[in-house]
């Protein structure tokens, strides 16, 4: 929208000079492109000259003398001398005028952003510049195509995929209460039919029978106990399954359908192949189950390394998907003010820390569960009737005591859990402090309240 009178202030005053004026080398004139324009702009005047000339009610103020060169590009700031005698103003300046434009659309944008052209291209150039650089950020940012309406399709989908992982990660937790997980013996990758009859049942009993949990814990398990903890495993297993389909096939309809970016894709496949590997991964850890104790006094159970591996990986397959889904539906934060976003980024600084105090605390429950520490003291604060229990590093090497010994993994729990609750207090004082958006004020005191309700 740059108008005429600022082109022809700047460029288009040329074309009313006789030719002896503006038949100048380039290097008088400014650039090639200040010259490859004149010369344009000149043909094409001659070409309209010839058009009738309409009456005007007035004659055209002459222009004022302009400065070529006044740019970085040379010229020595020369003033040109004044237009043409007035008998052919009002033609002549309409053939400039209309020569003008013809000249400034066969303008590309290169040239047009030229350095001989300073004062009319600064305005053109900052305007251009920021929009580019806003539609390739937005671009950059935005991993769904094809309008809001797939960027919703596609957000909701992650969403429930989400909530189906947190489900998992608690009839996970359920199975393990009650002590289901080694009740299948063994495991298929695609699965299969429950038994359907009563000989498969036996059958299937008889396998868990051989198993050395049953020997030290659950000898004397009658048939119906057996279909009750049988059927917990079954559904934990076959829910994971059932999420691989609810993931892959709207996946594959997405990007057939093209609203996939190939960031986004990338990242979705990543989660999609780590899910697949939680299956393998929760394989190993129950086979570590069925394996015979080292003594005779221990109870059987999986590898506290191993069920950690497990429960780590699911926080990082729901922590991924969740974090894709925001990102999908929020590419931007809420951006009303500069300051709230210049908080976001300062508190930003402090959640992360946070988070991962958080994320060791919630991997250390895998180790007082892999080693049911948590049976062994049960008073707060203290550990029965000390602060630190004595045999707290008896295990050789050193490093073991943090993960097999009893006392010491329940201790640093303690701790790291205690750590958690005093970060999510000093993170929630430090966003009162910080002007943000509100609704990233409330989240932030939702994460306390949960906090100390843990």
């Known amino acids: 929208n740059f108008s005429a009178s600022k082109i022809s202030g700047e460029l288009c005053l040329p074309l009313l000079l006789p030719p002896q004026a503006t038949a100048q080398p380039p290097a008088m004139m400014g650039s090639r492109v200040a010259a490859s324009l004149l010369r344009r702009g000149r043909d094409q005047a001659s070409a309209l000259m010839t058009i009738p000339r309409l009456p005007r009610s007035a004659p055209a103020p002459p222009p004022a003398p302009s400065r070529v060169g006044s740019g970085s590009c040379g010229g020595g700031g020369r003033h040109l001398p004044p237009p043409p005698p007035p008998q052919s103003a009002g033609g002549l300046f309409a053939a400039s005028r209309v020569a003008s434009y013809h000249a400034f659309r066969s303008f590309g944008p290169k040239s047009f952003m030229g350095q001989c052209t300073r004062k009319m291209s600064t305005t053109a150039a900052t305007l251009n510049s920021n929009m580019a650089n806003a539609t390739a950020n937005s671009g950059l940012k935005l991993l769904v195509t094809k309008g809001p309406q797939a960027q919703k399709a596609v957000g909701i989908w992650l969403f429930g995929c989400a909530a189906w992982v947190f489900s998992m990660v608690i009839l996970g937790g359920v199975t393990r209460l009650t002590r289901s997980g080694l009740s299948m013996t063994d495991w298929k990758f695609a699965g299969g039919l ?157 959640a992360i820390p946070a988070s991962a105090v958080v994320g060791i605390t919630a991997i250390s429950g895998a180790f007082v569960a892999g080693n049911d520490a948590g049976r062994a003291y049960n008073t707060f604060p203290k550990m029965g009737d000390s602060w630190i229990p004595e045999d707290v590093f008896s295990m050789e090497p050193f490093i073991r005591n943090f993960f097999e010994n009893t006392s010491t993994v329940q201790l640093n729990h303690r701790i790291l859990a205690t750590s958690t609750l005093l970060s999510v207090s000093a993170l929630w004082l430090a966003a009162r402090k910080v002007d943000m958006h509100p609704a990233v004020k409330s989240l932030v005191g939702s994460t306390l309240g949960m906090a100390a309700l843990q």
């Not at 986004?264 to 990543?270: E, F, Q, Y």
Request: net charge positive; with cysteine; proline share 6%.
């Open 194 to 350: 429950p038994p359907m009859s009563e000989e498969e049942w036996l059958l299937e009993f008889q396998k868990y029978k051989q198993s050395p949990e049953y020997m030290r814990v659950n000898k004397g398990m009658n048939l119906e106990d057996f279909k009750f903890i049988y059927w917990m495993e079954y559904a934990h297993r076959m829910w994971g399954r059932a999420l691989g389909f609810v993931f892959a096939v709207p996946f594959a309809y997405f990007v057939a359908k093209g609203y996939v970016t190939r960031q986004l894709g990338v990242r979705l496949s990543a989660l999609f192949a780590l899910g697949g590997a939680q299956g393998l991964i929760g394989w190993w850890m129950v086979k570590s189950g069925l394996e015979e104790p080292a003594s005779e006094y221990v109870e059987p159970r999986v590898s506290p390394y191993r069920l950690a591996a497990h429960l780590t990986s699911a926080f990082v397959i729901y922590c991924g998907i969740l974090w894709t889904a925001l990102s999908v539906v929020m590419p931007d934060p809420p951006a009303e003010s500069m300051k709230w976003v210049k908080g976001a980024a300062k508190f930003r600084k402090l």
